[in-house]
């Protein structure tokens, strides 16, 4: 298994520009996760779902789609990026049958915006 | 809404020190607990965890014990080692399957030799 894999792992954007975080998993996880890790704020929720065609917004969803057409996949877009948008990126899976609730976190996107 | 608080870092300690970093929590109903560590330029990984009251959980050494009473669970361990060195995460989740985790903010962990 590789477990959940995040790519790319380092990306610089110019403001404005909009770009996809892509994260896939192979563990038949229904549940996946979008943080945001920012220094002295721990991990914020961006969006999550709970399945495939399902997702909702978390805490800090402004400036993020995703959407979920597979199990496996949940991509992130950012649709114009922006400044504040600098921050390390990582995606997490968990299924409820594991219980309870660990969640499996991918490696990191580190994303600088200019 | 649901908090959790962190002593704040970094921690320096020397190789085999005793090691406390303490978490509380503000939750409306009944969380299970957790903490996950973080290794230099790696994502979070489960360190442990603890589902109700009085649980204690434990892995690698560390430690940590659901206090309802007092809403903590601070995470312990006897003698840290420079591998030890990370950060660490304090978080709680309501969630049926914890889709809705909260994390404290990290405390930043260096051992020296």
């Known amino acids: 298994n590789a477990g959940v894999t995040q790519t790319p792992k380092f990306q610089v954007l110019k403001t404005g520009q909009s770009m996809t975080l892509q994260c896939a998993q192979d563990?038949?996880?229904?549940?996946m996760s979008w943080y945001r890790q920012d220094p002295g704020m721990g991990l914020r929720l961006i969006h999550y779902?709970?399945?495939?065609?399902?997702?909702d917004q978390g805490e800090v969803p402004n400036g993020y789609n995703v959407s979920r057409s597979t199990t496996e996949d949940f991509p992130l877009r950012l649709l114009s990026a922006a400044p504040s948008q600098t921050s390390v990126y990582f995606c997490a899976s968990s299924c409820p049958r594991d219980g309870p609730y660990e969640q499996y976190f991918g490696p990191g996107t580190r994303l600088t915006v200019t | 809404g649901d908090s959790v608080t962190q002593m704040e870092g970094p921690v320096t300690l020397s190789e085999e020190a005793f090691l406390t970093i303490n978490c509380t929590y503000t939750?409306?109903?009944?969380?299970?607990l957790f903490w996950y560590v973080q290794y230099p330029g790696e994502g979070l990984q489960l360190l442990l965890k603890a589902t109700k009251a009085d649980d204690k959980g434990s892995n690698k050494g560390f430690e940590a014990t659901y206090r309802k009473e007092t809403t903590s669970f601070h995470l312990e361990k006897g003698s840290v080692q420079v591998s030890d060195s990370a950060v660490y995460f304090c978080?709680?989740?309501?969630?049926?399957?914890?889709?809705?985790?909260?994390f404290g903010p990290g405390t930043r962990l260096s051992v020296l030799p």
């Open positions: 978080a709680l989740s309501e969630e049926a399957y914890g889709q809705n985790f909260v």
């Open positions: 939750a409306t109903g009944y969380p299970s």
């Open positions: 779902s709970v399945g495939a065609g399902i997702t």
């Open positions: 563990m038949n996880h229904e549940y």
